[in-house]
């Protein structure tokens, strides 16, 4: 069993809609969590970062953690299509030297954003 | 800058050849990584180094092999390549690789093994 799961979609809405991204994980000694947007045939790029339960706020983006459930969410408001991509969540373990550089990622949700 | 660059972009391969996944950033950046993308199981970790001179085994390292000789460059060595390791490669490098600071990534080398 994969330590993140994500759904790998395709998410179509239409433009101006919510769209709702979530991983769950299993490992509870994840502390620092991740959002990765990735263009068509490019690199993943960070988008947004947190360390604690609740919300972070960046513009249109909301990122949400529930560590009792081991549930994030990514929730983007007023999409557009230059939203569209395959969004990653990642998370790692904090703390020792032990868990440097070793990133878990989701395998991914593609989203579509429809004129 | 350029950030960082990966060459080729494109590669195809024969079943046992060898060749060799060319990575460089300009950021001074100490850790440098290497990650394969396949359909339904994101990004793994190959293999990563934390400094010049220092490697070592990400989840999937079977089959390659690194070495940091310099902080800028990081390249990945196919031993033997097979058709397994037919996937999309991503070099990145961070500040100092705690996993707490952004990754920059290249924009990748789409290999095909036949």
Known sequence: QKEVEQDPGPLSVPEGAIVSLNCTYSNSAFQYFMWYRQYSRKGPELLMYTYSSGNKEDGRFT???????????????????????????????????????????????QVVVTP | NAGVTQTPKFQVLKTGQSMTLQCAQDMNHEYMSWYRQDPGMGLRLI????????????????????????????????????????????????Y???????????????????
Not at chain 1, 83 to 104: E, F, I, N, P, V
Request: hydrophobic share 30%; net charge neutral.
């Open chain 1, 63 to 109: 990122a949400q953690v529930d560590k009792s459930s081991k549930y994030i969410s990514l929730f983007i408001r007023d999409s557009q299509p230059s939203d569209s991509a395959t969004y990653l969540c990642a998370m790692t373990r904090l703390g020792t030297t032990d868990s440097w550089g070793k990133l878990q990622f989701g395998a991914g949700t």
């Open chain 2, 47 to 94: 293999h990563y180094s934390v400094g010049a001179g220092i490697t070592d085994q990400g989840e999937v390292p079977n089959g390659y092999n690194v070495s940091r000789s310099t902080t800028e460059d990081f390249p990945l060595r196919l031993l033997s390549a097979a058709p397994s390791q037919t996937s999309v490669y991503f070099c990145a490098s961070s």
């Open chain 2, 96 to 114: 100092s690789g705690t996993g707490t600071e952004k990754l920059f990534f290249g924009s990748g080398t789409q290999l095909s093994v036949l």
